[in-house]
């Protein structure tokens, strides 16, 4: 579990959820060092990825105490991802993506968080997110080192 202090006040996060494609990685790679990274946060908080496996790579993930999910091509991505954070619990799970079917997700958590990267982001995210980051590196960062949400988020 993860506290952290949004906008003056206390929540306790037990599961984050990250887009994959745009997000974590670039034309469907993780680099190496966001891997160590979600790793380390695994360790804190129960991790997930959620894609629709555009580039094809999500199933050759190896990720031990990550839980990758594979959306239904048939059935809109936002919503399977607003619904999968709802099932988790709203309020005790954080929200990472950066395409516009991220931003029900994102809505939906308690504290979401939108990510530019080298792909770029669905203007529409920025909205949606209680912040906003340029790096899968940075979003991590913030679950790992939560004062920088408090002093993000404070008044």
């Known amino acids: 579990m993860i506290e952290?202090?949004?906008?003056?006040?206390?929540?306790?996060?037990?599961n984050v959820v990250f887009d994959m494609n745009g997000t974590l990685s670039v034309?469907?790679?993780?680099?190496?060092?966001?891997l160590d990274l979600l790793d380390q946060l695994s360790e804190r908080v129960n991790v997930y990825i959620l894609t629709s496996n555009t580039f094809g790579t999500a199933s050759k993930l190896k990720l031990s105490k990550i839980r990758v999910k594979i959306l239904d091509p048939n059935r809109s991505a936002s919503v399977q991802k607003q619904e999968f954070?709802?099932?988790?619990g709203s309020?005790?799970?954080a929200a990472v993506g950066n395409?516009?079917?991220d931003h029900l997700m994102l809505k939906e958590a308690v504290f979401g968080v939108a990510v530019c990267w080298k792909e770029g982001a669905y203007s529409g995210v920025f909205e949606c997110a209680d912040v906003v980051v340029t790096s899968p590196e940075d979003a991590i960062?913030?679950?790992l080192n939560p004062l920088r949400v408090k002093a993000t988020t404070r008044d």
């Open 4 to 14: 952290l202090e949004l906008f003056g006040r206390r929540v306790s996060i037990e």
């Open 27 to 34: 034309d469907g790679h993780i680099p190496e060092r966001v």
């Open 85 to 88: 954070v709802r099932e988790l």
């Open 91 to 93: 309020g005790e799970t």
């Open 99 to 101: 395409g516009y079917n």
């Open 141 to 143: 960062g913030l679950f």
